[in-house]
């Protein structure tokens, strides 16, 4: 279920005040976040905070459209260069990978757009949600300021099923540079 991604651009103005063009295309894209941050920011790289095999809670199934308690990689990254541009949560049916998708992806440090590409994977991206929310805690560590948080929440659509759900965040303090 794709949002209307215009309307909820001008929703979050309403709310928070305008966007920078960078921030419409970060919030909007239906590509890849790391290669427009690649030619944005030069090459960004991936930092894991966690990363973890767990049972799919009620919720996350029903996101994904699996069962309750299917097996899924439980993913947090910070994508950046010399500074966090990115916060990203990621949740993925191990069911539905690969084996050498899922090696990459143990592996941790490599992003997913790049395993994608790598493993020559069509899909496509629905975008869910688009939103502002207060900083976590962890976001105030990881970012150093209480700026309000953009997010958007995407599926990762192969062969008609959720290969991969994100979530990404980044504070509205950044990439703003069109307003300096």
């Known amino acids: ?67 309750p308690g299917e097996m899924v990689n439980h993913r947090v990254v910070v994508i950046g260069n010399n500074e966090p541009l990115i916060h990203a949560v990621s949740y993925i049916p191990l069911s539905r990978l690969e084996d050498g998708f899922r090696e990459d992806l143990i592996r941790a440090d490599i992003p997913i757009g790049r395993i994608l590409k790598k493993h020559s994977i069509e899909s496509r991206r629905e975008i ?27 599926n990762i659509i192969h062969q008609d099923e959720v290969l991969i759900r994100i979530k990404e965040t980044f504070p509205f303090d950044w990439f703003r540079e069109e307003f300096r």
């Not at 976040?33 to 199934?61: M, N, Y």
């Not at 869910?128 to 948080?149: Q, Y």
């Open 1 to 67: 279920m794709d949002v209307n991604v215009l309307e909820e651009i001008e929703r979050i103005e309403r709310i928070i005040g305008r966007l920078s063009n960078t921030q419409k295309i970060l919030l909007s894209t239906d590509g890849s976040v790391t290669r427009i941050l690649d030619v944005l920011r030069g090459t960004v790289t991936i930092r894991t905070i966690k990363q973890e095999f767990i049972p799919s809670t009620p919720e996350i199934a029903d996101k994904l459209r699996i069962s």
């Open 128 to 154: 869910e949600i688009l939103d502002i929310e207060s900083p976590s805690r962890e976001l105030r560590e990881i970012f150093k300021t209480d700026s309000p948080m953009l997010t958007r929440t995407y």
